[in-house]
């Protein structure tokens, strides 16, 4: 599996202005975009005037970036909104939406965590719904045979599309959720803050829980049809649900016409990447 850090990564070598290919948005998406922008690199549809950025802004920071025509694909881990449609066609911006893979949310608790093995969809819903904000504080407050000790939650900032998608299926509305938890478009943020704090919750990416197995665990969910664990076999089958959930990039029209370094790094991810997808911890598309 490839490592990967959050932020920013730039590959290659440029030495002029038009030699670059620029991506921006989703988290989820991020380790699977480095890994194809690394082996475009190094293969032989690219060439040392090449540069590729790839930065973690959230799929809903990467759509604002995108419709303003700063970058030339977008990572996103939700379909675009009908609002930055708008945007997009306002700037005229066209573009082309390309399914990349599918990936399980999983939910982590730290391997110091000896009493939370599996949690329904309602009792996920009690935790982070708005009106469980400053009230739902101890884990007996969510399960008679749980401790009373405190309910510490992470996850993901308000731009990014894992939360968009968490809060619609888990508690009914998009972007309905507390306030009160340690946010970030860093997985990786939310991965430490679990993993130090046996008493701890978070949500994420499969790839990211994944990768660090053995710092924590993931949780099993019941949504009423017995209890599944997140992984690349429960999300292919769909069993891991309701929390199994597509992804995207959304390439620039106009971009992927005229620039040939994006036309060649599409074309590449088109042959390539479904295995990438896969190698980083993901579910490609059949």
Do not use: H
Not at 142 to 158: E, N, Q, S, Y
Not at 190 to 198: I, Y
Not at 253 to 278: H, S
Request: hydrophobic letters at 40%; proline letters at 3%.
């Amino acid at each position: 599996m490839f490592k990967y850090v959050f932020g920013l990564i730039m590959l290659g070598f440029v030495t002029t202005a038009s030699a670059r290919v620029e991506i921006d948005g989703s988290s989820t998406v991020y380790p699977i975009m480095e890994a194809v922008a690394e082996e475009f690199i190094n293969s032989s549809e690219s060439n040392t005037t090449t540069q590729v950025t790839v930065g973690v802004s959230g799929t809903g920071g990467g759509f604002k970036r995108f419709c303003r025509g700063e970058i030339d694909i977008a990572n996103a881990s939700r379909e675009i909104k009908q609002e930055e449609i708008e945007t997009c066609a306002e700037n005229g911006i066209e573009f082309e939406t390309i399914l990349i893979g599918y990936d399980a949310l999983s939910v982590i608790v730290s391997e110091d965590n000896t009493f939370v093995d599996v949690l329904t969809v309602d009792e996920l819903k009690r935790m982070w719904e708005t009106s469980a904000q400053q009230k739902i504080t101890s884990w007996k407050q969510i399960r008679d045979t749980f401790p009373d000790v405190p309910l510490k939650l992470a996850g993901p900032g308000t731009d990014s599309g894992t939360f968009d998608y968490w809060t619609e299926v888990i508690v009914g509305e998009a972007k309905a959720s507390r306030a009160d938890y340690q946010a970030s478009e860093d997985d990786n943020i939310t991965v430490r803050f679990v993993s130090r704090d046996q008493y701890a919750l978070g949500y994420l990416g499969l790839a990211y829980y994944l990768e660090n197995e053995g710092a924590v665990r993931a949780v099993g969910i019941d949504a009423g049809k017995g209890v599944v664990y997140p992984s690349v076999e429960t999300a292919r089958d769909g069993s891991y649900w309701p929390l199994t959930r597509p992804l995207y990039i959304y390439v620039e029209k106009t971009a992927l016409a005229e620039n040939p370094d994006v036309k060649a790094f599409v074309e590449f991810f088109r042959k390539e990447g479904n295995a990438l997808v896969e190698e980083v911890g993901f579910v490609g598309v059949e």
